[in-house]
Nanobody, 129 residues
């Protein structure tokens, strides 16, 4: 079975850190662009970061630049999102998805999101002030 499993969310104080994991089974993350999305209640979905092992490209939303780092461990077939200096506005459900699209191009568009081949269930990140 093909599966993407996001984990690592939790409750953290502002300024703290979390590392999210996106573990894949049934396919190889190195063959896809893996994108982290987040959505908070009442807000639009946001493409936070992505990585493509095929060409080594990465992307960060302006809201994530300088604080988040995406990486891929192909041996573990897992993509990580290290989130530092967390802010209350980072509070959201985060989930990962895998697709053939170029990393980051139109990341907030419906075409990008619905062009993904596989989606994982979300993990809740809550940052308290």
């Amino acid at each position: 079975d093909v599966q993407l499993q996001a984990s690592g969310g939790g409750l953290v104080q502002a300024g703290g850190s979390l590392r999210l994991s996106c573990a894949a089974s049934g396919f190889t993350v190195a063959d896809y662009t893996i994108t982290w999305f987040r959505q908070a209640p009442g807000k639009e979905r946001e493409g936070v970061s992505c990585i493509s092992s095929r060409d080594g490209s990465t992307y960060y939303a302006d809201s994530a630049k300088g604080r988040f780092t995406i990486s891929s461990d192909n041996a573990k077939n897992t993509v990580y999102l290290q989130m530092n200096s967390l802010k209350p506005e980072d509070t959201a459900v985060y989930h990962c998805a895998a697709g053939p699209t170029a990393c980051g191009v139109g990341v907030d568009s419906d075409a990008y999101y619905y062009g993904m081949d596989y989606w994982g269930k979300g993990t809740q990140v809550t940052v308290s002030s």
